[in-house]
């Protein structure tokens, strides 16, 4: 079985995660059930990944900063997830190569393309997405995996907040990196303003 303990971690901290958040996940139904796919949205705060696994019934490896792996257990650990490490200081071959191997395999692999968490939030230089790197789109290309955009929206505020995902469509990127690039961005902003809606809303309701 692929990534045993991801699936006992999952089985048994996400009733918690459940309790503690109240996540909702919509459109989940759009991640294929079976084949490459590439999951790719916005990165919103520190337990997005967790979000990402609540969303999908599919096992997820997810590209991950290489700090996270600094000594042996939480490398084991990280790993035994279905992590990859990514030093995001450098053109990270070996991150590269192994998403590729992911996606060659027939597997899901996670990605939060703004590379970081954005933190522009209640700043003077608030922006809704950060650049997104080429990383998704240039995977989907060379392995001809769709892309399922999501977006990751509400607050991780413990037993009163609300955190959504939402995914969109499936589809197939063509050649032109730079275009394509923009267009998942498009995507990604689009379904963030759905779910701020949806926060907003939840929010108004509680008052």
């Given amino acids: ?69 600094s000594n042996f257990l939480s490398n084991w650990f990280f790993r035994s997830m279905g992590g990859i490490p990514v030093n995001r200081k450098i053109h990270d071959s070996n991150a590269k190569n192994a998403a590729l191997e992911i996606l060659e395999e027939g597997k899901v692999l996670g990605i939060f393309p703004e590379g970081t968490v954005n933190k522009t939030f209640g700043t003077p230089d608030e922006v809704d997405l950060l650049p997104f790197k080429f990383g998704a789109v240039s995977f989907a290309s060379k392995t001809g995996a769709p892309i399922v955009p999501f977006a990751i929206c509400g607050k991780y505020k413990m037993f009163s907040g609300r955190k959504y995902i939402i995914y969109g469509k499936p589809y197939k990127v063509g050649d032109d990196l730079e275009k394509e690039n923009q267009i998942l961005m498009e995507k990604v902003r689009k379904l963030k303003i759905k779910g701020d809606k949806l926060y907003e809303i939840e929010k108004c309701r509680k008052r």
């Avoid at 079976?34 to 019934?57: C, F, P, R, T, W």
């Fill in 1 to 69: 079985m692929e990534c045993i303990l991801y699936r006992i971690v999952k089985f048994i901290l996400y009733p918690f995660y459940v309790i503690i958040f109240h996540p909702v996940a919509i459109g989940r139904e759009n991640i294929p059930k079976e084949g490459n796919v590439i999951l790719a949205g916005n990165h919103s705060g520190q337990l997005d990944a967790a979000q990402m696994v609540y969303g999908s019934k599919r096992v997820v490896h997810m590209l991950a900063k290489k700090e996270l792996f």
